[in-house]
Nanobody
Framework: QVQLVESGGGLVQAGGSLRLSCTASGNTFSTYTMGWFRQAPGKERELVARISQRGGSTYYRDFVKGRFTISRDNGKNTMYLQMNSLKPEDTAIYYC????????????WGQGTQVTVSS
């Protein structure tokens, strides 16, 4: 399994921006489909966006389309989530996760980074 570490969370006013990073250990990062998830207090964890192994294919949930951008740099073993036009309802712990090619579920998770959007 790959080890994942998120960074870049913080407190921002509504309408502001943050960029999250997820850095992976080892030399197999490019073989994983990667995803960003979030969990708000009292709610279940939900997928935010995902990106294919080489970055050519991305998927976004409707609630972040047009505001968030997922990307990856396989040379740096890092995935990013650029978050613009943030809303208070985006407040959550954000997690990155990795899914190996033949797997149906994400098997490696980071520890999470808190994003708080004030109104």
């Amino acid at each position: 399994q790959v080890q994942l570490v998120e960074s870049g969370g913080g407190l921002v006013q509504a309408g502001g921006s943050l960029r999250l990073s997820c850095t992976a250990s080892g030399n197999t990062f490019s073989t994983y489909t990667m995803g960003w998830f979030r969990q708000a207090p009292g709610k279940e964890r939900e997928l935010v966006a995902r990106i294919s192994q080489r970055g050519g294919s991305t998927y976004y949930r409707d609630f972040v389309k047009g505001r968030f951008t997922i990307s990856r740099d396989n040379g740096k073993n890092t995935m990013y989530l650029q978050m613009n036009s943030l809303k208070p309802e985006d407040t959550a712990i954000y997690y990155c996760a990795a899914k190996s090619p033949m797997a149906t579920m994400y098997s490696s998770w980071g520890q999470g980074t808190q994003v708080t959007v004030s109104s």
